[in-house]
């Protein structure tokens, strides 16, 4: 059973725009939403994360979008850049036994053109 | 560089051949994580460590595989008589227990092909 549903698999945005993935949860025990960013060949590098207690969280032109009540949350990325053309996947946790590892979607392959 | 490093990079080996890979975390972290990546998909995970005390183990994690920690510092996860299945990225992970955000920070993977 999938347990952190994320969508679209792959985005082609132009450079400048918007990139928005999103990603959908089922367990209530989770509490701590991360999004990490991986590049061919590298291991998944952490970009940002939330806890439920917040709406929303910014870092620089990176955005994410939480609803506890739809279990949903969404990876904004502002002024999208050919640098940021890699795969993210968001990925959920919670703090009691057996919720403490990572459950990550299943990626989306972002490509930024000029 | 002090981040989590992992060896080998790569390991191409023959079916029914045993493997182990060495993951080395950040020095003051307490917990230690094995995943694994299929072409394609998230990491899923496999086994995590306290310290020197294995926690939990996936259904994923067949008889097959074994992990370690014997001094709660670095981690091996051997794989006994692989299969064509086994081929994947090896991905470890470690985090410091205690902190209000546990952020888990990923080595570069080990990445194995059963031929």
């Known amino acids: 059973q999938q347990q952190v549903k994320q969508s679209p698999q792959s985005l082609i945005v132009q450079k400048g725009g918007i990139s928005i993935i999103n990603c959908a949860y089922e367990n209530t025990a989770f509490d701590y939403f991360p999004w990490y960013q991986q590049f061919p060949g590298k291991g998944p590098a952490l970009l940002i994360a939330?806890?439920?207690?917040?709406s929303e969280k910014k870092e620089g032109r990176f955005t994410i979008s939480f609803n506890k009540s739809a279990k949903q949350f969404s990876l904004h990325i502002m002024d999208s850049q050919p640098g940021d053309s890699a795969t993210y996947f968001c990925?959920?946790?919670?703090?009691?036994?057996?919720?403490?590892?990572?459950?990550f979607g299943t990626g989306t392959r972002l490509t930024i053109i000029p | 560089d002090t981040g989590v490093s992992q060896d080998p990079r790569h390991k191409i080996t023959k079916r029914g051949q045993n493997v182990t890979f060495r993951c080395d975390p950040i020095s003051e972290h307490n917990r230690l994580y094995w995943y694994r990546q299929t072409l394609g998909q998230g990491p899923e995970f496999l086994t995590y460590f306290q310290n020197e005390a294995q926690l939990e183990k996936s259904r994923l994690l067949s008889d097959r595989f074994s992990a370690e920690r014997p001094k709660g510092s670095f981690s091996t996860l051997e794989i006994q008589r692989t299969e064509q299945g086994d081929s994947a990225m090896y991905l470890c992970?470690?985090?410091?227990?205690?902190?209000?955000?546990?952020?888990?920070?990923f080595g570069p993977g080990t990445r194995l092909l059963v031929l």
């Open positions: 990925a959920a946790r919670g703090t009691n036994f057996g919720n403490e590892k990572l459950t």
């Open positions: 939330i806890r439920p207690d917040v």
């Open positions: 992970a470690s985090s410091y227990r205690g902190l209000i955000q546990e952020t888990q920070y």
